[in-house]
């Protein structure tokens, strides 16, 4: 099966630790990994091969927490150190962005099953998946822009790199209804209302505040680029689009094609702004949902935030018309 821009899955296999063979069900020779939901005890090393079910099991927490990596990777990077800080600051434990005993107690005060088992549907292998071409003139002509395959959709879903989904399952059969799986036991996240948005450049952000300015919520954001810098300042939300059409002016882009023209690009998942679009008083510019989650944290954007899609759901449902949205460096 295709998947966006992901590494194949080899990556995984190579750094965590022998997977096994054949796994038709998830009950069935279980990989290293699936252990994270043992993995209560706080290693020496998070950083090392060793400690990858812990290290699957930290961002579950953190997702659940409503301080996320992103996608949920198994690996230890940027997003994972910037979301421990978060979260401790919001504890108010010392924000070093590494695990001590304080955080990960605090972190396993959730006890729910960091990994559950997810049977295929027929709905799920009944779909059609198309690949999305990365021209914008080819995408026009697209009626939908949805997943590629049913792996990346399964990513999205649990907010999951598709590269874990193949380490945690090795060659189970994504084409056959009842298939068992090992999945990121993650949740819908509903935050409360905010009472601000605020953008932060220098941690690669976009945090939710209650009325007295206190984190309630944190994720990772690509916000902005040299050419298409992040417009600081105080601005206001207008309003929520969700699954919106792009309205793609090549004008606006420093690096498009000469060749383009203007076109109106169809709602999905792999449309350039994801499934919702957070409107901000400053014209052209919003928070967004994005086809590549990998991403998020990592790359640039041209000037707007950029979140993955699940975050920028759970972002829409806490903000409303008037929100403030401070952006700064």
């Known amino acids: 099966m295709s998947m966006r821009s992901n590494s194949p899955a080899a ?7 022998p997977l096994g063979t054949h796994a ?35 961002q579950v927490l953190l997702d659940r927490a409503q301080f996320g990596t992103g996608e949920i990777d198994a690996r230890w990077g940027s997003n994972t150190e910037r979301a421990i800080a978060a979260y401790q600051d919001a504890r108010q434990l010392k924000p070093s962005g590494a695990i001590d005993e304080a955080t990960w107690t605090a972190l396993n005060q959730d006890a729910a099953p960091v990994l559950m088992e997810y049977r295929l549907t027929a709905q799920d292998i ?4 198309t690949a999305v071409p990365e021209d914008m003139m080819a995408q026009a002509k697209l009626p939908q822009l949805g997943y590629g395959s049913l792996l990346e959709e399964l990513g999205e879903r649990f ?15 994504l084409g056959h209804e009842g298939t068992a799986l090992w999945v990121p036991n993650v949740k819908a996240a509903t935050p409360a209302k905010a009472a601000s948005v ?19 919520a944190r994720y990772p954001a690509s916000t902005g680029s040299e050419h298409d810098p992040l417009p600081l300042g105080r601005w206001k939300i207008k309003g929520v689009a ?9 004008k606006l882009f420093w690096d498009a094609d000469p060749r383009h023209a203007k076109a109106k690009i169809a709602p999905g998942p792999n449309n350039p702004v994801g499934i919702v679009w957070v409107d901000l008083d400053k014209p052209h510019y919003g928070i967004h949902g994005t086809p590549e989650p990998g991403h998020i944290g ?10 993955t899609n699940w975050d920028a759901a759970a972002l829409a449902s806490a903000v409303k018309p008037g929100t403030p949205a401070i952006l700064q460096e």
């Open 11 to 17: 990556f995984l296999i190579a750094l965590l630790a």
């Open 24 to 58: 038709q069900n998830a009950t069935s020779a279980a990989p290293a990994l699936t252990q994270a939901n043992e993995a209560t005890a706080l290693p020496a090393d998070l950083k090392s091969p060793d400690s990858a079910p812990a290290r699957l099991r930290l």
């Open 126 to 129: 009944g779909k059609t998946y």
């Open 159 to 173: 907010h999951a790199s598709p590269a874990l989904l193949q380490a945690l399952n090795p060659g189970a059969d």
């Open 198 to 216: 605020v953008v932060d450049k220098s941690d690669l952000s976009v945090t939710l505040r209650d009325d007295k300015g206190q984190v309630y």
């Open 242 to 250: 969700r699954d919106p059409h792009f309205q793609y002016n090549p």
């Open 298 to 307: 990592k790359t640039e954007s041209h000037g707007c935030i950029r979140l």
